[in-house]
């Protein structure tokens, strides 16, 4: 029998995620356009590899990033690059950065792929490569480079976890994966324990999938996979929160402004061992993953394989369009999407969920009140933080108070939104002031940066000029006090001159002379 563990607060919520569930997997077509944001999470933008009318094969990678944090991003279908050009991002921010549009050719031509049957002859460092090389991030939502998650660096670990725990409503992406590949999530999940040297991987389900898991257990059984334990987890929200999930499963705590891997565990979502299963065994790269389209204001609800760079109105399209009542676009689930201006915008890796509400399907914004102080926010944040401090500082905006309470450690669930009885929109205040801490941080480590280098000038200089000056104290030395080897030498020599013509009988009194102090006085010479 498993040992589970809970967590502090969390909401039982209305899932919703028939509507989308009950559909079966559809393969949504090659759209007319794809488009691909160049900015990627955590770094500066990735550099376009490709130029405008270049032809571009399905798997090519047409931008690289900066560094590990930033994997290539690769054309879904083949085509001609048509603009490389700021568009709008998926963002509610409604920013536009630059983009590389491909207009689709219909034919879907391919790299070459290379095929690796036989990974468990590779080393864990390949491995990385390989997951890095094919563009691979968290599915999650997060998008984090996997390579980089993946290398723990000297932290201990042992323990692979799988987030199945598609705790958010509406969503039904990862139930969908499970149930139609759950071989292929396994099989993932085999190659991260090799990537991680790891003999122990659980992998967590809400026990409101139950296809899912029959058909996890089936594969399981069907393979050599006795060291993956299939974990069913109560269905309370946000059960799939990372630390939430480690808690839930493990017991342990994620450190404070730590990581999974503090805690001896690395976790990954399903949807991310399924594409490191086809990056590592198939040689195909991240471009394509399952989005569930969902929500009253759409009329087919469903999942959808989807290429990446897909415009999200061709998403809509293919689910028969908007109903009479669509209200809002959301990307993501209701707690914590992020809703959309636009449907023009592409569906990036991250993109799990458009939810297209319905008139009154759920509370949009409304009219805040005074904090009464009921601290009903405080009752159901997973993290035990304590919203109601962190509105009060984040508004005035005391950003070093807001650290004292933990502010880096929210997860941005919204349960505290949910209950409070005056409609406080304090994950909004608390979003806001994360980004102007991230961005203070970013300010402050560039002045240190330029403070390092400036000092490390200063320093190199005064090492020369003390370089210089002890030079200059060696050179005046040496002309103030001749070196007198050269004297010494003339003076042997001089005695050898001397010495070499006389006859034997002389030469002991020769000798003796030329030994005599006088001989050595310089004015011999
Ligand atoms: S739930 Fe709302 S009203 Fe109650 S303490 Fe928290 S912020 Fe204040
Ligand atoms: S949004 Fe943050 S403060 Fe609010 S309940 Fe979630 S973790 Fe706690």
């Not at 999974?260 to 594409?275: E, F, K, R, S």
């Not at 050179?475 to 001089?494: F, G, M, N, V």
Request: hydrophobic fraction near 40%; include cysteine.
């Amino acid at each position: 029998m498993f040992t589970l563990h809970r967590f502090h607060g969390g909401l039982h919520l209305d899932a919703h995620k028939e509507d989308s569930s009950l559909a079966p997997l559809a393969t949504a077509p090659v759209p007319p356009r794809l488009i691909f944001p160049l900015q990627q999470r955590g770094g500066q933008n990735a550099e376009s590899l490709a130029s405008v009318g270049d032809h571009v094969l399905k798997g090519q990678v047409i931008a690289r990033g900066d560094g590990p944090m930033n994997p290539p991003i690769h054309a879904s279908s083949s085509g001609i690059v048509s603009a490389i050009e700021p568009r709008p991002l998926p963002h509610s921010s409604g920013l536009a950065d630059l983009t590389i549009v491909i207009d689709t050719d219909g034919e879907d031509l391919a790299l070459e792929a290379e095929a690796r049957p036989d990974y468990r002859q590779l080393a864990p460092d390949e491995l990385r490569r390989i997951i890095f090389e094919s563009g691979i991030v968290g599915l999650g939502g997060a998008a984090f480079s996997t390579a980089v998650k993946t290398d723990p660096g000297h932290r201990a670990i042992d323990t692979l976890i799988l987030n199945g725990a598609e705790c958010e409503p509406y969503i039904t992406c990862d139930d969908s994966l499970l149930r139609n590949f759950p071989h292929e999530v396994l099989e993932g999940a085999r190659i991260l324990m090799q990537v991680l040297s790891v003999e122990r991987c659980l992998l967590g389900i809400e026990d409101d999938m139950p296809e899912a898991i029959r058909a996890l257990r089936e594969a399981r059984a069907a393979g050599d996979y006795s060291n993956i334990d299939i974990v069913k987890v109560p269905a309370l929200y946000p059960s799939g929160g990372e630390k939430q999930l480690i808690r839930i499963l493990t017991g342990r705590e994620v450190p404070t402004r730590g990581i999974p891997a503090d805690a001896g565990v690395i976790c990954q979502n399903v949807g991310t061992a399924a594409a490191v299963f086809r990056a590592v065994v198939w040689g195909e790269p991240l471009i394509e993953r399952i989005v569930t389209i969902t929500g009253k204001g759409i009329k087919n609800p469903g999942n959808w394989l989807t290429r990446i760079g897909t415009p999200i109105a061709d998403l809509v399209r293919y689910s028969g369009g908007y109903s009479g009542v669509a209200e809002r676009l959301i990307l993501g689930g209701p707690m914590m999407g992020m809703s959309l201006p636009s449907d023009a915008l592409p569906l990036v890796k991250a993109a799990n969920c458009v939810l297209v509400t319905g008139r009154g399907e759920t509370t949009g914004p409304k009219q805040a009140l005074p904090c009464i102080r009921c601290g009903a926010c405080a009752e159901v944040c997973p993290v035990n933080l304590l919203p109601q401090q962190l509105y009060w500082y984040s508004r005035a905006d005391n950003l070093e108070r807001a650290q004292e309470y933990q502010l880096p450690d929210c997860i941005e669930c919204g349960c505290c939104d949910y209950v409070c009885p005056s409609h406080i929109p304090l994950v909004q205040y608390f979003r806001a002031a994360k980004s102007e801490l991230v961005a203070k941080q970013r300010e402050r480590s560039k002045a240190d940066h330029a403070r390092e280098r400036f000092e490390a000038r200063q320093a190199r200089k005064e090492q020369e000029k003390l370089e210089r000056a002890e030079a200059a104290q060696r050179k005046k030395a040496a002309l103030a006090k001749p070196d007198t080897s050269e004297i010494q030498e003339a003076i042997a020599r001089a005695k050898a001159r001397k010495r070499a013509p006389e006859p034997d009988a002389t030469a002991a009194a020769e000798r003796a002379d030329n030994e005599s102090p006088k001989a050595q006085e310089p004015a011999e010479n």
